[in-house]
């Protein structure tokens, strides 16, 4: 089987395992990616934040790249960061950026 079909009890576990199993392979070729996606995946959802937008910057590339290694294509980026988004190709986006108002509550 090279596919996880969702809805099966062990589909959870299998989707983690294999993305933790492709960190550790590719750790020394994108350790800031392996990094988040050991930490930051739950299911097929991948959620993180940086310090600066300049880690943030280099981040979703590396990711890319480290899911291509494992034939997974990462997409659906979003940040509230102009300059984050913009290194991040059109095809991968979800949108071209989120943009808050600082009036809202």
Same mark, same amino acid.
């Given at each position: 089987?090279?596919?996880? +079909?969702?809805?099966? +009890?062990? $589909?959870? *576990? !299998? &989707? #983690?395992?294999?993305?933790? =199993? @492709?960190?550790?392979? /590719?750790?020394?070729? *994108?350790?800031?990616?392996?990094?988040?996606? /050991?930490?930051? @995946? *739950?299911?097929?959802? %991948?959620? $993180?934040?940086?310090?600066? /937008? =300049?880690?943030?910057? %280099? !981040?979703? &590339? =590396?990711? #890319?790249? %480290?899911? &291509?290694?494992?034939?997974?294509?990462? #997409?659906?980026?979003? $940040?509230n960061s102009a300059q984050v988004i913009s290194g991040v190709p059109h095809t991968h986006r979800? $949108?071209? &950026?989120? /943009?808050?108002?600082?009036n809202d509550k």
């Amino acid at each position: 089987m090279t596919r996880i +079909p969702f809805g099966l +009890p062990c $589909s959870s *576990y !299998l &989707n #983690i395992r294999t993305v933790r =199993q @492709l960190a550790a392979d /590719e750790c020394v070729r *994108y350790p800031d990616a392996a990094a988040v996606a /050991e930490r930051d @995946l *739950y299911m097929d959802d %991948l959620v $993180s934040s940086c310090l600066t /937008e =300049q880690d943030a910057a %280099l !981040l979703p &590339n =590396q990711l #890319i790249k %480290l899911f &291509n290694a494992g034939g997974f294509d990462l #997409i659906k980026f979003s $940040s509230n960061s102009a300059q984050v988004i913009s290194g991040v190709p059109h095809t991968h986006r979800v $949108s071209d &950026n989120v /943009e808050f108002d600082a009036n809202d509550k």
